[in-house]
């Protein structure tokens, strides 16, 4: 029985029906999880349709004239939004039909002896099941600050967020990673007047510091107003209006938006289900798991967001696979937890993968680096697409590589190559014996390492 259906839970379900295995996955929303239905997917249409309403204002730079000025009429961007996660939802449901996964609608609870108590809350009744193997996927949800209070309407969440239906005139956003950031990106383009602030020093934190700038100053072109060292102490709502006292180095700043976006974060979905009963023990707030990703007590399992591992979609799917399929008696290769790809959606894309440079050198490896600008990329010129680089870092005793940070236009497209290159401990001079295709965005990965080591052609 796998408890949540999420990119870790029906994937586990799959794949261990696959294998051979009568499997049930109990759900308590909808099919697919946060990811495919209020995260991961529907933010990618809204992106989308940010990007061509974007591409249309900037037509004339391709020689297109319009008729007419375009309009972005932001009801019917999340429509599309909605009707995408619908489609992709019935398709996680027809996946699990066509493998025979027993789907049970209902609010699950661990019990002792490997029992999983379903509350239906349509018709009021408690069943219980007992499986050989319970593995939790129950995913997050969004982090609230105790001075934020999500009331979904002035303060919101991302779910919120993705289903606005009137444009807010302005909007102040709290936290520049990946779900704040593209929030920011898709309402800054379609005309709200944005300001986003961050904590830390630099925007998207986690990445490498020559990313956060380049995504910053884009983010300034766009008329974006970003404030880093800075955090929002309260906010109090005044005739429809939030005002916002932001405090920064200088000082408090008050600042008046129509809506605040809480983007600080999510937080795991392990209330009231049951780990204290089955003496299923914690570590930092999260479930405590061995290399089979099995908690401390027999037959009880916890992937995802769940765990103290990097809380992202394809995490969850790839330890669904390995759990799973250890516990059918496979020996699955292991998760390499220092070669998880990274993700985020802005414009331009960020991607990256491993240690960066300021990461490395603190590990105390002595480094190559290598940068390939966008700038001197003929696929890119030609796009009208020239912000952006492809920076790597080479351990200098091995030549091999230890971390890529990519940002710029189908980055998040180019980024396996160099996670391929750390998982598979692929040295410098191999990747520079592939033939890469010319011209695409993806030969700036082998020009960046070519840079490395001094034998960069077109830098």
Not at 136 to 148: E, S
Not at 396 to 405: E, I, P, V
């Amino acid at each position: 029985i796998i408890i949540g259906s999420g990119p870790g839970g029906y994937v586990a379900a799959i794949r261990s029906a696959q294998l051979g295995l009568k499997t049930a996955v109990v759900e308590k929303a909808e099919l697919g999880g946060v990811c495919l239905n209020w995260g991961c997917i529907p933010t990618k249409s809204l992106l989308k349709s940010a990007s061509v309403y974007h591409e249309c204002l900037q037509a004339q730079q391709y020689g297109i004239q319009w008729a007419s000025t375009p309009v972005a009429d932001i009801d019917a961007m999340v429509t599309r939004s909605r009707g995408i996660a619908e489609t992709m939802n019935k398709g996680v449901e027809f996946l699990l039909n066509k493998n025979k996964v027993t789907i049970i609608k209902g609010a699950a609870k661990l019990r002792p002896s490997k029992v999983v108590e379903v509350s239906n809350t349509d018709t009021q009744q408690v069943s219980c099941y007992n499986a050989n193997h319970i593995i939790v996927a129950t995913g997050a949800r969004a982090r609230q600050l105790p001075n934020l209070p999500i009331d979904g309407k002035k303060i919101i969440g991302y779910r919120e967020a993705l289903t606005l239906r009137t444009k807010p005139e302005t909007m102040l956003i709290v936290g520049s990673g990946a779900i704040g950031s593209e929030f920011a990106q898709f309402y800054q383009t379609i005309g709200t007047k944005v300001t986003l602030v961050e904590y830390l020093p630099n925007i998207v934190p986690l990445e490498d510091t020559d990313v956060s700038a380049l995504l910053n100053r884009s983010f300034r072109k766009l008329g974006m107003k970003v404030m880093t060292d800075a955090a929002v102490e309260s906010v109090t709502i005044e005739n429809e209006q939030c005002q916002c006292n932001v405090k920064t180095k200088k000082g408090t700043e008050v600042i008046t938006v129509d809506v605040v976006l809480s983007a600080a974060g999510v937080t795991p979905n392990l209330e009231e289900i049951g780990l204290e009963e089955c003496g299923i023990a914690l570590e930092k707030g999260k479930i405590k798991v061995d290399d089979n990703y099995q908690t401390n007590q027999l037959g009880y399992y916890a992937i995802g967001d769940s765990i103290l591992t990097p809380a992202l979609a394809h995490v969850a799917s790839r330890e669904a696979m390995v759990c799973v399929e250890k516990i059918a008696g496979l020996t699955p290769h292991p998760i390499n937890y220092n070669a998880i790809p990274s993700c985020i959606y802005t414009t331009p894309e960020i991607a990256s993968v491993g240690l960066s440079e300021q990461k490395a050198i603190s590990a105390g490896y002595e480094v190559k680096v290598g940068k390939f600008p966008y700038t001197a990329s003929g696929k890119a010129t030609a796009s009208g697409n020239r912000d952006g680089f492809v920076k790597v870092v080479f351990d200098a005793a091995t030549n091999m590589l230890l971390g890529c940070s990519m940002v710029g236009e189908h980055t998040t497209e180019m980024l396996t190559e160099a996670t391929m290159a750390i998982e598979r401990k692929v040295s410098a001079h191999e990747i520079l014996s592939i033939v890469h295709p010319h011209p695409t965005m993806s030969e700036g990965f082998m020009e960046a390492v070519a840079a490395a080591y001094n034998e960069a052609i077109h830098v």
